[in-house]
């Protein structure tokens, strides 16, 4: 069974950082593009950023300069570095596996995903 656990998240004022951790088991993970989505109340989900087989990693403009993926495949683990944080950023974060030959923030060609960690950024 694939499971991706979340963790990381948590309240942090405006211009404060967060580093989320994404533990996968249960697949072979360094073949799979792995990618980082967030979701506010109200609003539709949102890629944020993505990470290929190869460590060639892609960002929505909204995060571009502020967050960073990356992952340890030794470890199993993705991670997304959140600086510069903003309310803005207040969403559900979610980490989620895509597909094997190319990579994308499209989150329907995502099939498996996480339970999501909360990230509230305070002004």
Request: with cysteine.
């Amino acid at each position: 069974q694939v499971h991706l656990v979340e963790s990381g998240g948590g309240s942090v004022q405006a211009g404060g950082s967060l580093r989320l951790s994404c533990a996968a088991s249960g697949y072979t993970y360094s073949t799979y593009c792995m990618g980082w989505f967030r979701q506010a109340p109200g609003k539709e989900r949102e890629g944020v950023a993505a990470i290929d087989s190869d460590g060639r990693t892609i960002s929505a403009d909204s995060v571009k300069g502020r967050f960073t993926i990356s992952k340890d495949n030794a470890k199993n683990t993705l991670y997304l570095q959140m600086n510069s944080l903003k309310p803005e950023d207040t969403a559900m974060y979610y980490c989620a596996r895509g597909p094997v030959h190319y990579c994308t923030l499209v989150s329907a060609l995502f099939g498996y995903w996480g339970q999501g960690t909360q990230v509230t950024v305070s002004s």
